[in-house]
């Protein structure tokens, strides 16, 4: 097979991915894949609620997630890798998205009924 011409798999994108390099090792390096898992397994949007089916389906990995990079966060803060601009971009796209992903849990937390 033409290896230009061949399908990449959602492991070679991880692969090409710094954050997924990074954040699949280490304490975290566990609940990191399970969290990807469960996105990949509930792509696309609700169309009942209108929200992306991963921030309902994942919330508990993505809770454990935050709460385990908060825990480890010295051990993230070191790279390993001399990180380019792009990456440092990245990094701060991820950092935001553990943000609004601790967010969107707390109103999903408060929105249930007892």
Excluded: M
């Amino acid at each position: 097979k033409d290896i230009i011409s061949a399908p990449r798999s959602k492991d070679d994108d991880r692969e090409d991915c710094p954050l997924c390099r990074k954040y699949s090792r280490g304490p975290c390096g566990d609940i990191f894949s399970e969290w990807l898992g469960c996105t990949d397994a509930h792509p696309g949007i609700d169309a009942t609620t209108g929200e992306h089916k991963h921030l309902t389906k994942c919330s508990d990995l993505a809770e454990k997630l935050a709460h385990c990079l908060s825990r480890h966060l010295e051990y993230y803060k070191q790279s390993d890798i001399e990180e380019s601009d792009d990456d440092l971009d990245k990094k701060q796209a991820w950092q935001e998205f553990v943000k609004d992903l601790k967010q969107n849990h707390s109103l999903l937390l408060n929105s249930t009924p007892n």
